[in-house]
């Protein structure tokens, strides 16, 4: 299993890591700093088609799971974009 890290767009110090890479049916993410409030994750293709949506109200939660949901989700890459407070966070992660 790799973990990936990829960092805000203003903010190096709130580094976050996909845990689960290559993901099956939903993505664990954890930050290095716990947020407070919503962030709202996209996952697309390569071609930028979206795959998944989902807005999270984080909780305070060290460790996010975003459910890809019951969608026939092919293997390959995916962009995992993360957005929150005015920044925005993405990785590549691989579905299995």
Same mark, same amino acid.
């Given at each position: 299993?790799?973990?990936?890290?990829?960092?805000? @767009? @203003?903010? @190096? $110090? #709130?580094?976050?890591?996909?845990?689960?890479?290559?993901?099956?049916?939903?993505? #664990? +993410?954890?930050?290095?700093?716990?947020? $407070?409030?919503?962030?709202?994750?996209?996952?697309? #293709?390569?071609? *930028?088609?979206? +795959?998944?949506?989902?807005?999270?109200?984080?909780?305070?939660? @060290?460790? +996010?799971?975003?459910?890809?949901?019951?969608?026939?989700?092919? $293997? *390959?890459?995916?962009?995992?974009? *993360?957005?929150?407070?005015?920044?925005?966070? $993405?990785?590549?992660?691989?579905?299995?």
């Amino acid at each position: 299993m790799l973990n990936f890290e990829f960092f805000a @767009s @203003s903010k @190096s $110090s #709130d580094r976050l890591i996909v845990i689960n890479n290559p993901f099956i049916n939903y993505i #664990d +993410i954890k930050f290095e700093q716990i947020l $407070s409030g919503k962030i709202t994750f996209l996952l697309t #293709d390569v071609t *930028g088609r979206l +795959i998944a949506m989902q807005e999270i109200n984080t909780n305070n939660q @060290s460790i +996010i799971r975003f459910n890809v949901g019951k969608k026939v989700v092919k $293997s *390959g890459t995916y962009i995992l974009t *993360g957005e929150t407070g005015g920044n925005k966070y $993405s990785a590549k992660v691989m579905k299995q």
